[in-house]
């Protein structure tokens, strides 16, 4: 088996507790029947999926949100309730990459949107106190910005070209097994992380 020189992170559930829940929760409140089968851990419906790959403008998701609700509902009520399922970050386990980084290059791809973006990096420096979640990184693929998203192989693909790296020297590791399934089928070593699990408790050379 092939020495792993690169570690890829996932973001939300790996490295920043969310709570899925609570953004179905309040978009309900705010009109959104069933919002559960438009967006969740495991599937983004078309408006979701084309926010979540850079296909629609933030002023387009709102206008199609309040299309779904007879509620007079505003923007800012919309940025509530779509970020309330981000909680906080995993101080412990931004630790790990500090000391990983002696011996590993590390990455973070992550299926997001510019709304969720701009929220969680203003948290990242709120609650670390340091300017740049990104810096932990040689380098960041946000879905939004790559305009591809998990669980395509394209993005994926993307990030061994863009970096040049092999899978087979590549642990990945993300709390949602439909991503790790593509990852295996790539030829990346991967770990999926369960709830109770954390990353600075895994045994990271035995993966």
């Known amino acids: 088996m092939a020495q792993t020189k690169n ?11 969310l709570d899925f829940q609570k953004t179905i929760d309040a978009f309900e409140k705010l009109g959104l029947q069933n919002f559960e089968n438009m967006f969740s851990q495991f599937k983004a419906d078309e408006l979701f999926a084309k926010l ?49 980084a002696a011996d590993y290059k590390l990455y973070l791809l992550s299926n997001t949107n510019s709304i969720h973006l ?3 990096k203003k948290l990242f420096t709120h609650q670390t106190g340091k300017p740049l979640l990104d810096d932990y990184f ?33 642990l990945f590791i993300d709390d949602t097994l ?26 990271i050379d035995s993966i």
Do not use: C
């Open 138 to 170: 040689n380098k960041a693929w946000y879905s939004n910005e790559v305009g591809l998203r998990k669980p395509g192989a394209g993005i994926f693909e993307f990030a061994l070209k863009d970096e040049n790296l092999l899978a087979a020297e590549t």
């Open 178 to 203: 439909i991503n790790i399934e593509t990852a295996q089928q790539l030829g990346f070593k991967t770990h999926h992380l369960l709830p109770t699990e954390r990353i600075e408790l895994l045994d």
């Open 118 to 120: 701009k929220y969680f």
């Open 7 to 17: 570690i890829i992170f996932d973001l939300g559930g790996v490295l920043l507790n």
């Open 52 to 100: 979540e790959t850079g296909r629609l403008t933030e002023t387009e998701f709102y206008e199609a949100v309040k299309k779904r609700t007879t509620q007079e509902i505003t923007e800012a009520a919309i940025d509530d309730a779509w970020n309330a399922l981000i909680l906080d970050f995993r101080v412990e386990s931004l630790s790990l990459l500090e000391k990983l």
